[in-house]
């Protein structure tokens, strides 16, 4: 038995061996051979010892008939070989996470690198449970299939009780397949702007920008509108400059026109998408230069570097040409100013003007 044992184990080494290694290619076989060795071991153990101790058993036979320890040793062998069984089915899934976490490690998804240990666990919890329930039924010779279906309305019971924790998963799962953000990127969602840190079973985790932790439940991330800023391909810069109404038409031109040469080919500039300004408008208090922008690569601080060049050299140029900026402002206009008199004339009976008329008697004018 020992023999074999060893024959066996070295046989399968030595066909692991010969398998070629190839770089970013997973051998399957290597990965069963791996996986099968030491519980085939244990395997070829159990039913060694077994068939070695098989003749003894006939002299433990009762005038009944009865052999209690050859069914003793029978089961122990069942158990002990779906040990074997379910130890391979372990090993197998734990080589395949660790190949499945390489080539995670390779992609450019952070996704993948949590759905990998997502299903590894997955696996083992699957196989443990079918493991126990295989040996259980050994041990009791109860029928574990009408067991369950009698445990059908408790299964209800406890799937109605657990509802939530099913969404939350079943939202683990959309989020790992459909991919609507990566770890490390900045999302926005209701009233939550922050970075994505992790994805577990039930729910996910966000830095905050205040540098708060959340954890929202991925039921509801799935559920809800969810703005991605780590996936925006520039940055818009749209502002309104207000220039003061008292600014000939030749001077509003000459704003629009400094703009654009500032904003001509910026750092920023994508071919694409061209810097726009246009005077659009009569504000209440202001002549309207609509200014947008549009950065690349979206880098929030290098933008606001450039951003507040930008702004200086604006304020510089308007300064250099006379051109001032609007701040809410009213005028008021009175009656009777240089543009406004006003002529009172009061006409007598006869129909003529009567200017003595025209005044009351306390010296101010008529009605």
């Known amino acids: 038995m020992v023999a074999i044992e060893r024959v066996v184990r070295w046989l399968i080494q030595s066909k692991i061996e010969r398998i070629p290694a190839q770089e ?44 209690l320890v050859h069914s003793v040793a029978q089961k122990a ?51 443990v449970i079918v493991g126990g329930l295989i040996i259980l039924q050994n041990l009791t010779g109860v029928q574990i299939g009408p067991l369950l279906a009698s445990l059908g309305i408790g299964g209800l019971a406890v799937a109605l009780a657990a509802k939530e924790s099913i969404a939350n998963f079943f939202g683990t799962l959309t989020i790992l397949f459909d991919k609507p953000f990566q770890v490390g990127e900045r999302i926005v969602m209701d009233n939550y702007d922050g970075v994505v840190e992790d994805v577990g079973f039930r729910s996910t985790r966000i830095r905050l920008l205040t540098g708060h932790l959340v954890t929202i439940p991925n039921e509801k991330i799935v559920n809800s509108g969810l703005e991605n800023i780590g996936r925006r391909p520039y940055i818009r810069w749209l502002t309104n400059i207000g220039i003061t109404y008292d600014t000939p038409p030749e001077k509003a ?17 994508n071919a694409d998408f061209p810097p726009r300004v246009y005077f659009n408008g009569f504000n209440d208090w202001s ?33 250099a040409e006379g051109i001032e900026f609007a701040f809410p402002t009213r005028t008021v206009y009175l009656a009777n100013d240089d543009k406004r008199q006003l002529k009172l004339q009061m006409l007598n009976p006869e129909g003529r003007s009567d200017p003595l008329k025209a005044m009351r008697s306390d010296g101010l004018p008529g009605a």
């Open 77 to 127: 062998a069942e158990i002990g070989g779906t040990m074997a069984f379910v130890w391979f089915a372990f090993r197998l899934v734990s080589v395949l996470d660790e190949r499945l976490k390489r080539w995670a490690a390779g992609t450019p998804s952070t996704l993948d690198d949590l759905l990998v240990p997502l299903l590894g666990k997955t696996l083992r919890i699957f196989i």
């Open 287 to 319: 002549l309207n230069i609509m200014v947008i922008v549009w950065y690349h690569p979206p880098n929030y601080w290098d933008y606001q570097a450039w951003l507040q060049k930008t702004c200086l050299e604006i304020m510089q140029a308007f300064k």
């Open 24 to 67: 970013g290619v997973i051998s399957w076989l290597r990965l069963f051979l791996r996986a099968l060795g030491q519980p085939l071991s244990l395997f070829i153990w159990v039913y060694g010892i077994y068939a070695a101790l098989s003749p003894l058993f006939r002299h433990f036979r009762s005038p009944e008939g009865v052999n």
């Open 253 to 269: 031109a000459k704003a629009v026109q400094i703009i654009q040469t500032i904003l001509e080919n910026h750092e920023g500039m």
